[in-house]
């Protein structure tokens, strides 16, 4: 990366400051603000710890939104923060109402929302309605009454088949491996009923038929959005409601007819939530994590009365391939298209293993470490292609989510001791799935080894996690003076993406260059490359470079790279620019 063509992209950016801007388009801004918002997502245990405690907290949240707010984010999005037993990561909640001791006070996530809506940052909360911790009150009730009793209605207890009932009712996988139902204990300590649970036992799935939890849910919502929070992210929002016999799985379900996915009373939900956030003046999103092969189906859940958006994990399911990439782009725009919804742009998440590393393993299948483990990873690659992967999501059409750490361009750890490991993907797999603490381990901040900064430097416990050594070039002290860094590219991409009208509400339009070459304009004025071919291209003479992702030696476009570009002419019909069709005309 040279400084010039950084300097470039600054010096293009004023031409399009925001006192230009069309009326509509700041308009979209003031009141549809989540239609192309980017938000950061933090993963609060391991972010920054403000007590030394070596655990991420409010605190350390606290002490670090400027940092977010230079980076350029609309908003936070804070996985659950909630009093937890952490048997998954804080997305088992046994107190909806009260921030995890480990992290703060209810009165300091009500002062974090309000230092952030300050700095022009909103805030985005995790709720988990599929299930709650078995520590839940709810939950503990239903364990000390009696089958068939009222508290027990709540989840979904069931006796077991066979003559001692020792069967589990039905062969549903979790989705951490092993079974889904785990056996109760009577109070005479005989075995008693059983209950379902897609995760872990830890993870009781409530009963969504059952109208206390339909109430109590959108009170959950009431009692955030009056704490101001401007929207709400749903987890596993496909999976809450059940077909009430619980029938065995078949082979080839029909659309709506899946016994725990998809199901067509989760519209009545989610437009009964709906109407809550709409209730308040301002808007409130509700943003689904929505796992779904079929994207029409996943495409019903953002008509205009239900879910403002949902996560996209199309895309960052695909190799770094540039007919794939071109195919899931396509697709994701043609299906948000009737509904009116803007798409996300994901490159990852707590859940998924981290892009550098991703796109340093050939033949990427999947995101989840599990399908790739022992493939050899090649850094250096994946940080090139996660930098053209960084643009070319920024200048897709809808929001955009980061993922902490992203930014830095830190990898999965994927040597973590055994000992260490908490997600009980690894745990319930005996070892098989490396699980999801690789892309959890605590933020680098400063300084040239572990703790990093993550803790106060008196503090005597450890992170969590251990980090690794060679994240001491990846700290944000460290990245913030490099202008080839990741965090440098991070905050260009973001400063440009957020003056660029074209990039808030400009169609996109695909310009004719090789199948390994994905070229698109947005709106009139403004150009995304990037180049997936082994070879260097060369850039189109009548525009000027706003940013890219590598160097341009000899004005070529490297394999592996993203650039923006600035067209001398306005993106037309007639006028468009070209690109070489290495690998056959597209
Ligand atoms: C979602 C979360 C994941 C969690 C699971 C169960 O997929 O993102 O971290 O383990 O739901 O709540
Ligand atoms: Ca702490």
Redesign the pocket.
């Known amino acids: 990366m040279t400084d010039g063509v950084l300097e470039a992209a600054a010096g293009q950016q004023s031409k399009t400051a925001s006192a230009d801007m069309p009326k509509g388009t700041r308009e979209l801004a003031a009141d549809q603000w989540w239609r192309r918002a980017v938000i950061y997502q933090v993963y609060v245990r391991s972010f920054a710890d403000g007590n030394g405690d070596g655990i991420g907290d409010l605190a350390g949240v606290r002490s670090k939104l400027q940092y977010l707010a230079d980076l350029g984010v609309d908003a936070i999005w804070f996985?659950p923060w909630y009093v937890s037993p952490l048997a998954?990561?804080g997305?088992?909640v046994a107190d909806y109402r009260a921030i995890d001791p480990a992290f703060g006070s209810l009165g300091e996530a009500e002062q974090l929302i309000a230092e952030a809506k300050a700095l022009g940052i909103r805030t985005i909360v995790d709720v988990?309605p599929?299930?709650v911790s078995d520590q839940h009150p709810w939950f503990q009730a239903a364990l000390a009454a009696a089958p068939g009793s009222p508290e027990r209605a709540r989840f979904w207890f069931r006796p077991g088949r066979g003559k001692n009932c020792d069967e589990m009712p039905n062969a549903w996988v979790s989705?951490?491996w092993g079974t889904t139902w785990t056996r109760t204990t009577n109070p005479d300590g005989t075995p008693g009923e059983w209950y379902l649970h897609?995760?872990s036992p830890e993870?009781p799935d409530l009963n969504w038929d059952h109208p206390e939890v339909r109430a109590e849910h959108e009170a959950v919502l009431r009692f955030w959005f009056d704490r101001g929070v401007a929207g709400v992210r749903i987890?596993?929002a496909a999976l809450l409601v059940k077909d009430p016999a619980l029938p065995e799985i078949p082979a080839e379900p029909k659309p709506g007819e899946h016994p725990n996915t998809d199901r067509d009373d989760l519209h009545v939900i989610y437009r009964g939530w709906r109407a809550v956030a709409d209730s308040y003046p301002d808007e409130r999103i509700l943003v689904g994590?929505i796992?779904l092969p079929d994207i029409e189906r996943f495409a019903k859940y953002l008509r205009p009365d239900e879910l403002h958006t949902a996560f996209n994990f199309d895309f960052l399911g695909r190799p770094w391939n540039a007919v794939g990439l071109r195919e899931s782009i396509d697709t994701t725009l043609i299906a948000h298209a009737p509904v009116g919804a803007p798409p996300t742009w994901v490159l990852s998440?707590?859940?998924v293993t981290r892009p550098v590393t991703r796109y340093g393993q050939e033949d990427t299948a999947f995101a989840f470490a599990t399908k790739r483990a022992g493939t050899p990873t090649d850094l250096d690659l994946g940080r090139r292609r996660s930098r053209a992967a960084a643009m070319l999501c920024a200048a897709l059409p809808g929001s955009l989510y980061i993922y902490q750490g992203e930014e830095l361009g830190l990898d999965e750890v994927q040597d973590l001791p055994a000992e260490q490991r908490q997600d009980?993907?690894y745990h319930r797999s005996g070892g098989a799935d490396p699980g999801?603490d690789g892309c959890r381990v605590p933020l680098p901040w400063a300084g040239a080894e572990p703790p990093f900064g993550f803790s106060p430097p008196a503090a005597s416990a450890k992170p969590w996690l251990p980090q690794p050594r060679h994240w001491a070039k990846l700290t944000v002290e460290a990245e913030q003076g490099d202008p080839g860094s990741m965090l440098s590219l991070y905050r260009h991409m973001l400063r440009i993406r957020r003056s660029e009208p074209d990039l808030a509400c400009g169609d996109l339009r695909w310009l004719p260059s090789g199948a390994e070459v994905l070229a698109f304009a947005r709106g009139e004025d403004f150009v995304s490359v990037t180049n997936l071919s082994p070879a260097p291209i060369e850039l189109p003479a009548e525009a000027s470079v706003l940013l890219a992702s590598a160097d341009l030696a000899g004005g070529l476009l490297p394999s592996d790279a993203t650039a923006w570009l600035r067209p001398d002419r306005p993106q037309t019909e007639d006028r468009l620019l070209r690109f070489p069709t290495v690998g056959g005309e597209c």
Request: aromatic share 18%; net charge negative.
């Open positions: 996985t998954d990561g997305y088992d988990v599929n299930h989705n951490f897609l995760f993870q987890d596993s994590e796992w998440n707590h859940d009980p993907m999801r």
